[in-house]
């Protein structure tokens, strides 16, 4: 059994978006930039915010946070996006999702113009996915694929389960995996025989949001398992989807929570960022 490294995976992938800066600043005079806006004071949005900012700093991006208050109301936030669009300087924005229950993040990420949609959320790009031509892909989708492409792990000819069917995560990866010629299964709440399905995967990806829901008599022998979860457990301690301590003895490969698909979300976003400032400026 091989842990999969997402941390160093994700250095990897920053390192070659801070060459690629460099090169855009010394050669074309530009800097990528990125705007972040967190509506209220949820903790976990506050945690993935600050790191987005460090990973900017360590890259060489620019970086503007806009924090506004919970009580914001649609037409200000919608507002606050039309400025964004329109501003020369940057070239991502990313509305930190959940928003306070008042305002509709639908409209919010449709206002985003799709050539500055970080997140690949907007449905132009997520149309483009589909057709197999985007410009950018969803951050932990995409995150999940580097690290079985640094791990020379194929997906031709496998069979891919995905547990979650979720627009940001579940949908998505299915469409990558596809695009790879793998043989995908999407899984929800209502499959029946969820750990017969589960059973066949040659590549199990758990997006489901439940503390320790894989566990190992729904794993083959020899499989790659990839926890996309982050839950706590009983303890109150970080764990993902899979029931890591039983599961891992059964794995080729997997995935470790935390410092498996986490870091890879933000490297991700990293390389949304300057391809989109490449395709603004047209630089190849």
Same mark, same amino acid.
């Given at each position: ?27 074309h ?13 949820d903790?976990?949005? +506050? ?16 970086s503007e946070?806009?924090a506004?208050?919970?009580? =914001?109301?649609?037409e200000e ?11 020369d ?21 449709? +206002? ?9 959320? @907007? ?7 589909m057709?197999?031509?985007y410009d950018?892909?969803?951050? =932990? ?7 079985? @492409? ?9 069979q ?14 299915? %469409?990558?995996?596809? @695009? ?7 899984? @929800?709440?209502?499959?029946?025989n ?15 949001? +439940? ?20 839950? +706590? ?5 970080l764990?993902?989807?899979v ?18 698909v986490g870091? %890879?979300?933000?490297? =991700? ?16």
């Amino acid at each position: 059994m091989q842990i999969i490294d997402g941390k160093k995976v994700s250095a990897n992938v920053k390192e070659r978006v801070r060459l690629e800066c460099e090169r855009l600043v010394k050669e074309h005079g530009v800097t990528p930039g990125l705007a972040v806006v967190i509506v209220g004071d949820d903790p976990a949005s +506050r945690v993935y915010v600050n790191n987005k900012k460090k990973a900017c700093e360590l890259v060489g991006f620019k970086s503007e946070e806009y924090a506004l208050p919970a009580e =914001t109301t649609q037409e200000e936030l919608l507002s606050l996006v039309d400025t964004l669009n329109n501003k020369d300087d940057i070239n991502g924005i990313l509305v930190q999702l959940p928003l306070p229950k008042h305002l509709d993040d639908k409209s919010v990420i449709e +206002r985003i113009s799709p050539k500055k949609d970080v997140d690949a959320f @907007h449905a132009v790009n997520v149309g483009k996915i589909m057709l197999g031509e985007y410009d950018f892909l969803p951050c =932990t989708p995409a995150g999940v694929m580097e690290m079985l @492409h640094q791990y020379e792990i194929p997906v031709e000819g496998k069979q891919c389960v995905v547990i979650g069917r979720s627009n940001i995560v579940g949908k998505p990866m299915g %469409m990558l995996l596809l @695009h790879e010629n793998g043989t995908v299964t999407i899984c @929800h709440s209502r499959t029946k025989n969820l750990k017969e399905v589960c059973q066949r995967a040659d590549i199990l990806v758990a997006a489901v949001g +439940r503390a320790k829901f894989v566990t190992a008599d729904m794993v083959k022998d020899g499989a790659v398992v990839i926890d996309v979860g982050m839950n +706590r457990d009983e303890n109150g301690k970080l764990c993902g989807d899979v029931d890591f301590e039983n599961v891992k003895d059964k794995c080729s490969y997997i995935t470790p929570v935390p410092g498996g698909v986490g870091p %890879m979300t933000i490297a =991700t976003l990293m390389k949304n960022t300057i391809k989109a400032c490449k395709i603004q400026n047209g630089i190849e």
